[in-house]
C-alpha cells in the first residue's frame, strides 16, 4: 500500500471537504484497522508525517497537493459517498493512485506542449514526451490508473 509522505493528502481533502478543517483526528479509529507495516502506520499519534501541535493532527506537509486533489474528491464523493464507506483510509489510498496517475498523465501532456511551443516539430515533441512517460516511472503511475479502471469497469 502507500506509504510516502503522500499518505495524509487525499484524507486531508476529504476532512476539508466533510468537516472544513485539516484535523485528521477522525481517522485515528480507522488505522486500527490495518495490520503492522501495511501502510506504514500503526499509530497516528506516533506519525512523524503528522503535526501534533493544538492537540490535533494536521499533515505536516503542505496543503497545496490537497487543494489540488479536492475537486476529485468533491466528484467522487457525489457518486460513492464518503461517509458511508466502511473504511475512508482505503478509499483515500485509492484515489491516491488515482490522483498520481492523472497528474502523471498531465504531466506528459503539458510537457509535449511546452516543447511545441518551444518551437520544436511535432514528431520531436511527441518521441521527447514518449521517451519522458514509457522510460520513467511515470509510466507505472500511468498503468496503475488503466488497471483501476479494468479492474472496476471490466
Known amino acids: 500500500m502507500n506509504g510516502g509522505n503522500n499518505l495524509w493528502y ?6 476539508m471537504l466533510q468537516d ?14 490495518f495490520q503492522s507495516g501495511e501502510i506504514w502506520l500503526n499509530d497516528m499519534k506516533q506519525d512523524v508525517r503528522l503535526d501534533h501541535s493544538d492537540n490535533q493532527l494536521r499533515n505536516y506537509f503542505p496543503i497545496g497537493t490537497s487543494l489540488l486533489c479536492l475537486p476529485g474528491v468533491w466528484i ?17 489510498l485509492n484515489l491516491s493512485k488515482v490522483f498520481a496517475s492523472v497528474f502523471a498523465a498531465l504531466s506528459v501532456y503539458f ?38 479502471i479494468v479492474r472496476r469497469y471490466f
Request: overall charge negative.
Open 10 to 15: 487525499i484524507p486531508t481533502s476529504i476532512s
Open 20 to 33: 472544513g478543517d485539516i484535523d485528521l483526528s477522525e481517522y485515528d479509529p480507522y488505522t486500527s484497522q
Open 76 to 92: 467522487y464523493n457525489v457518486f460513492n459517498p464518503i461517509a458511508e464507506t466502511e473504511n475512508p483510509l482505503v478509499v483515500s
Open 111 to 148: 510537457l509535449i506542449l511546452t516543447l511545441q511551443n518551444l518551437s520544436c516539430s511535432v514528431s520531436i515533441s511527441y518521441m521527447l514526451g514518449s521517451i519522458f512517460a514509457f522510460a520513467s516511472p511515470i509510466f507505472l503511475s500511468m498503468l496503475d490508473l488503466y488497471g483501476l
